[in-house]
Nanobody, 128 residues
Framework: QVQLVESGGGLVQAGGSLRLSCAAS????????MGWFRQAPGKEREFVAV????????SYADSVKGRFTSSRDNAKNTVYLQMNSLKPEDTAVYYC?????????????????????WGQGTQVTVSS
């Protein structure tokens, strides 16, 4: 029902910023909470951020809180991840994912099991 395409990744120096975009196609974009996950080489994929269907609520992993900000523009069917004060440990492939609100469990927002649709990922590399 939903296709997701990430963009905006690249190489940046430590302390710099990047803005990732995730463009969605398909019906009822507003019916999905949108999450961001990342996976570094040799590591498990981990939760980064989530934003509610309305954009009124967000949650973040402790490792990025205060540095990353998620937002969405439902008129453009797009969700964003603004990444500031980047660190080398932020280096990873970043994925956006969509979770249907009908089955969403708020207290488990960090769980990959809630997200049915995933983008292809975009590489973020932070150099020191």
């Amino acid at each position: 029902q939903v296709q997701l395409v990430e963009s905006g990744g690249g190489l940046v120096q430590a302390g710099g910023s990047l803005r990732l975009s995730c463009a969605a196609s398909g019906r009822s974009f507003n019916n999905y909470n949108m999450g961001w996950f990342r996976q570094a080489p040799g590591k498990e994929r981990e939760f980064v951020a989530v934003i509610s269907w309305s954009g009124d609520s967000t949650s973040y992993a402790d490792s990025v809180k205060g540095r990353f900000t998620s937002s969405r523009d439902n008129a453009k069917n797009t969700v964003y991840l603004q990444m500031n004060s980047l660190k080398p440990e932020d280096t990873a492939v970043y994925y956006c994912a969509a979770a249907p609100v009908r089955s969403f469990i708020m207290r488990n927002y960090y769980s990959e099991a809630l997200y049915l649709y995933w983008g292809q990922g975009t590489q973020v590399t932070v150099s020191s």
